[in-house]
């Protein structure tokens, strides 16, 4: 890690598969009969991209009838991804949560910047009230732009009057973290691996 001259007092959270765990794979391992044709519908039928229109904003009824037009003998399985949602969301991860819980405890300002459609995140915080907790949260689907986009990081800055030499952000993916790290901020990316406690403590932060 490269040594910083301000020092790192803030912490930015990703929510998905960083505190929430989230695999549409969990839902559609049940609906098809082969890993293979699993991928294939998450990487052609509702893909990645495919769902980022919904982190962006588009309302869930025209995301069906897109999808639907490309792929009309799937129209069950598409309308699937909605209605059945919470199966893509088994629990949340405990060790990051009670980090979380932690910093805050300790005084550490947090705040949340998160890729989520407002109705499954509606429901995510309902299963999951620690995600009122955060003092500040900016959701891609209200504010219409997504990360790794420079914007939603500078809403986050510019709302709260923070500064982002003063933030070290956690996401789960790679691109993510590059994309808070080119507005200034500090950058932790999370994998399975990740020693999440011992990485925030190398930026000074004590909890």
């Known amino acids: 890690m490269l040594k910083r001259d301000t020092m790192i007092d803030t912490v930015v959270f990703d929510v998905g598969n960083v505190l929430v765990e989230w695999d549409p794979r969990i839902l559609f391992a049940r609906i098809f009969d082969t ?30 009838a897109e999808a639907i037009g490309r792929f009309p003998d799937y129209a069950d399985e598409i309308r699937l991804y909605r209605r059945n949602w919470a199966e893509m969301v088994p629990g949340d991860l405990p060790v990051n949560v009670k980090i ?11 705040y949340a910047i998160t890729n989520f459609a407002l109705d499954t995140f509606d429901e995510a915080r309902a299963r999951f009230p620690y995600l ?11 504010e ?11 809403i986050l800055l510019d709302r709260n009057d923070l500064r982002a030499e003063q933030c ?3 996401d789960d993916s790679a691109a ?6 080119a507005v200034g901020m500090a950058a932790i990316h999370f994998t399975p691996t990740t020693d999440l406690e011992a990485e925030l403590k190398q930026f000074g932060l004590t909890f």
């Open 144 to 154: 219409r732009v997504a990360k790794p986009d420079a914007r939603i990081f500078h």
């Open 35 to 64: 890993p293979d044709k699993v991928d294939w519908f998450l990487a052609e039928v509702c893909s990645h991209h495919w769902n980022l229109q919904q982190d962006l904003g588009r309302d869930w009824a025209e995301a069906e």
């Open 168 to 170: 070290v952000f956690i």
């Open 100 to 110: 979380k819980e932690r910093l805050e405890a300790s005084g550490v300002p947090v």
């Open 176 to 181: 993510n973290a590059a994309g808070a790290r």
């Open 132 to 142: 009122h907790s955060f003092r500040d949260t900016v959701i891609s689907a209200a």
